[in-house]
């Protein structure tokens, strides 16, 4: 891609981003001690060194393609993000931006409520942030951050993981995608010939198996020595698989697995010709640990009613990003940072 091409929605691609964090990273924020883990591609949160035994885990992550539950999605993705550190979620903000002409009161109060509730849930503390009807906007966008914080002995990093190391899933994959596609595109589903059903289901993976990963990030942290977790968003699991590979400077042999694709799920990305791999993944927590803890990790996330498969292991950088198929080929693991789900949406059906 020239790099004077326009982008299309999604993630910037991490080569750009390499180049942009390499170029224009404050020197300031480079040289502060204080900062433990700043900007790099697989990291999605800030560490710094507060002066004590606390470690501040800062995060900042927006909800742009759903309007429905768009607090309570808002709330979670940035939670994820913060507990994959083995952070505990303390201090949310948010800058809600609205469309002109299409905001009402019962919208605004509907966000701010969805908000204070997750938070409450999560005894997360709602601590300010901005609110604004915007020129241009089509639906609600929302941009969170949270701070959090964690004892410097538990601190995880996407960037841990070392050869030989197990790759482990939690829960299975495309899970926000099934959610936002029934929620934003149920009209078409049902012009499709599902049943309100199906669509109910699909809707309510929101909650069930969930888009969260608070519970079983915090307990593989406080039980195991975990050498790393990663919450897959954009792009995708294999993106996410990618991202922790990159940033561990290693490589990744994943295994593909007809059972970590629920069949809600299956059924849409026939339909909207997506790949459940590269389709969004809130939900799905990837946790890397020794191979000689992963099976004792396995059993005690499903004791908690977690279910946990493993899908890999971390190989030698020199041999690359691999897959093997369910026939046992193995090939070039292929990814990309601009999620399938932007198909659905640029397809402008109803």
């Known amino acids: 891609m020239s790099l004077n091409n326009k982008f299309p929605a999604g993630k910037i691609k991490h080569k750009i981003l390499n180049n942009l964090f390499k170029?224009?990273?404050?020197?300031?924020?480079?040289?502060?001690?204080?900062?433990i883990l700043g900007s790099n591609v697989g990291e999605d949160a800030a560490v710094i060194d507060n002066d004590g035994n606390q470690l501040l885990v800062v995060k900042t992550d927006p909800i742009t393609f759903t309007t429905d539950q768009i607090g309570y999605y808002v709330v979670n993705i940035n939670v994820n993000d913060i507990v994959c550190t083995g952070a505990t979620p303390k201090w949310f903000l948010s800058t809600i931006l609205l469309p002109e002409n299409k905001t009402t009161f019962d919208l605004v109060k509907s966000i701010f409520k969805d908000i204070h509730d997750t938070c409450q849930?999560?005894?997360?503390?709602?601590?300010?942030?901005?609110?604004?009807?915007?020129?241009?906007?089509?639906?609600?966008?929302?941009?969170?951050?949270?701070?959090?914080?964690?004892?410097?002995?538990?601190?995880?990093?996407?960037?841990?993981?070392?050869?030989?190391?197990?790759?482990?899933?939690?829960?299975?994959?495309?899970?926000?995608?099934?959610?936002?596609?029934?929620?934003?595109?149920?009209?078409?589903?049902?012009?499709?010939?599902?049943?309100?059903?199906?669509?109910?289901?699909?809707?309510n993976y929101l909650f069930n198996p969930g888009i969260s990963v608070y519970k079983e990030a915090l307990l593989a942290n406080q039980h195991f020595k975990i050498k790393a977790m990663h919450d897959p968003t954009e792009g995708g699991l294999a993106t996410g698989v990618a991202e922790i590979a990159i940033s561990s400077n290693t490589?990744?042999?994943?295994e593909k697995k007809k059972k970590i694709i629920l069949p809600e799920a299956f059924k849409l990305s026939v339909i909207f010709d997506l790949d459940p791999y590269n389709t969004l993944a809130s939900g799905s927590l990837l946790i890397v640990i020794e191979k000689k803890y992963a099976e004792n990790l396995i059993q005690f996330l499903k004791k908690n009613q977690i279910i946990a498969t493993k899908i890999g292991k971390f190989i030698e950088k020199e041999r690359g990003l691999l897959i093997k198929d369910?026939?046992?080929?193995?090939?070039?693991?292929?990814?990309?940072?601009?999620?399938?789900?932007?198909?659905?949406?640029?397809?402008?059906?109803?």
Do not use: W
């Open 23 to 35: 170029n224009y990273v404050s020197d300031l924020s480079m040289n502060d001690k204080s900062v």
């Open 121 to 203: 849930s999560m005894n997360i503390s709602v601590v300010g942030g901005h609110t604004e009807v915007t020129q241009g906007l089509k639906r609600p966008v929302i941009i969170g951050s949270l701070i959090g914080e964690v004892e410097r002995k538990k601190l995880v990093k996407s960037s841990g993981a070392e050869p030989g190391d197990v790759l482990i899933l939690t829960k299975g994959i495309f899970i926000e995608g099934t959610s936002i596609i029934a929620r934003e595109k149920e009209k078409k589903l049902k012009q499709k010939g599902f049943d309100s059903n199906f669509i109910e289901k699909c809707k």
């Open 251 to 254: 490589g990744v042999l994943l």
């Open 326 to 350: 369910e026939e046992g080929k193995i090939k070039k693991l292929e990814y990309s940072e601009i999620d399938d789900i932007t198909k659905v949406f640029n397809n402008n059906t109803s």
